[in-house]
Structure formats: structure tokens, C-alpha cells
């Protein structure tokens, strides 16, 4: 078994992409993972293919923007696999816009998903792992909350957000052996630059429909864009007992395209 090996994790958005490499990952180390998309359907997928393959994953639904729906969704979790030891708050969208043209409706909606849902997920998570004395946080950043990118204004702004809350997070839960750190990926080929390659280029942003991913990631040191493979090994370190003496950090995983 491995390093993840008996904790129980829940992973936002983990029916496609990053958040599906995760759990996939967690559950074959021997983890009982909650796969919660706002897509059930979705989740329902990823757990059939968890458990033909030997692992134990249990579907949820909600919208981390819906405190309600959060609430309902870690409380079956909980029953199902008898405590929370460790959530990922991944889930989140972007919509670009040219900066002059961003409205409210979409600073609205991307700050909605991609910061308070962070919060939310934060907040009704700690309640268990308080009562429990132990837990980690992980919160998924970008490259994106460290530069600003014009044609990516909301999105930015939700992930510098995130950075603030894993800080603001950690400072308030050391105190009962809770753990905050955050990861920042770069360019991952996922469904999410699948939109995102046409909207670029429907913008100008892009030379063709299917170029934007490259463009963008034209600076690269490792010459390519991630797989969400690429990723699997920090998630399990943030998960495991070996990041417990590290706290309120961000991890930059892109490849070498932002240096700090």
C-alpha cells in the first residue's frame, strides 16, 4: 500500500481532469476517496472504474459554491467512510473575457466557484477535522495567482484569493493540528483548455482552435504541457504524512513556467 494508504479523502471537481487523476491515484494506495463533481453523473463514472478496479470511492454531488449542497455532500462522506482526513478543494472554471470587456456576471461566477467555494469546502470540512484534532487542507492555485494574465482577469483574481485563504487557513487551524497548503499548477491538458482553446480563439488569442494550450505554454521549460499524471505525486505528498510539518505554502508544479 501507500503513502495514502488508509486516509479518507475528498477531492472537488474530480470527475474529469486533475481532481479524476487524484482520486484514481489516492484509491489504488488503498485510500476511501469521495469523488464529488457538480456532474454526478460524472462522478458515478470515476467511482465504477475505482472500484472494478479493487478501490472504495463513494459519489458525491454539490455545488462548492452552495454551502448547503457542501454540507450534504461531506456529511455522506463522512458516514460513509467514518471521517474526513484530508480535502481537496480542486473544483473550479474559467470563462475568458478580454479584460475591458469582463462584466459582472463573469467576475461573479468564476470568484463564486473558484474563491468562495474554496471557502465554503474549507469551512464545513474544518468542522470535522477540528472535532477530530488532525486534518489537511489542499487547495488547488495556478500559476494564474501569481501573474496576471489580461484575457484571464477573474480567474487571476480567484486564485490569488486561494493563495490568501490557504494562508489565512493555516495561521487559524494550526492550532488544532490542521495543515493548509496549496499547489499551482500551469498548462495541464484537461477538459478545462478544451473551452478554453476555442474562447481563446474566438478572442484573437489564438492562431487556431485547437492551438491556445501550446501558445500559452509556449515558455515551458520542460517543453510541454502537463498531464494530470504529472501531478499525482505532489498530491500525494500534500496528502501524506510526509508534508505534515509543512503548512500555509504553495507548491509551484508548471514545468518551469513561472519562476520565483
Not at 38 to 63: F, M, P, R, W, Y
Not at 113 to 139: F, H, P, R, W
Amino acid at each position: 500500500m501507500g503513502s495514502v494508504a488508509g486516509k479518507r479523502i475528498v477531492v472537488t471537481g474530480s470527475g474529469s481532469g486533475i481532481g479524476r487523476a487524484f482520486v484514481t491515484a489516492f484509491a489504488a494506495e488503498g485510500a476511501q476517496v469521495g469523488v464529488m463533481d457538480l456532474n454526478l453523473k460524472a462522478a458515478q463514472a470515476v467511482v465504477a472504474e475505482i472500484t472494478q478496479a479493487g478501490g472504495s470511492a463513494i459519489a458525491l454531488a454539490g455545488d462548492v459554491s452552495k454551502r448547503d449542497q457542501v454540507r450534504e455532500a461531506l456529511r455522506l462522506f463522512v458516514d460513509w467512510a467514518g471521517g474526513l482526513d484530508v480535502i481537496f478543494n480542486n473544483a473550479g472554471f474559467n470563462k475568458p473575457m478580454p479584460l475591458l470587456e469582463v462584466t459582472e456576471e463573469n467576475w461573479n461566477a468564476i470568484m463564486s466557484v473558484n474563491g468562495l467555494g474554496v471557502l465554503i469546502c474549507t469551512q464545513e470540512a474544518a468542522k470535522y477535522m477540528i472535532a477530530q484534532i488532525s486534518g489537511k487542507i489542499i487547495n488547488t492555485a495556478s500559476i494564474a495567482g501569481r501573474q496576471g494574465y489580461p484575457a484571464f482577469t477573474p480567474y487571476c483574481a480567484s486564485k490569488f484569493a486561494v493563495n490568501a485563504i490557504t494562508q489565512a487557513t493555516a495561521r487559524e487551524l494550526a492550532q488544532y493540528n490542521i495543515t493548509c497548503n496549496s499547489f499551482a499548477p500551469g498548462v495541464v491538458d484537461t477538459p478545462l483548455w478544451t473551452g478554453l482553446n476555442q474562447d481563446l480563439y474566438d478572442m484573437g488569442q489564438a492562431q487556431a482552435p485547437d492551438s491556445a494550450m501550446n501558445e500559452f505554454g509556449a515558455g515551458i521549460l520542460k517543453g510541454r504541457a502537463a498531464q494530470p499524471g504529472d501531478l499525482v505525486g505532489m498530491a500525494k505528498f500534500l496528502a501524506s504524512s510526509d508534508s505534515d510539518y509543512m503548512t500555509g505554502q504553495t507548491i509551484m508544479i508548471d514545468g518551469g513556467m513561472v519562476l520565483l
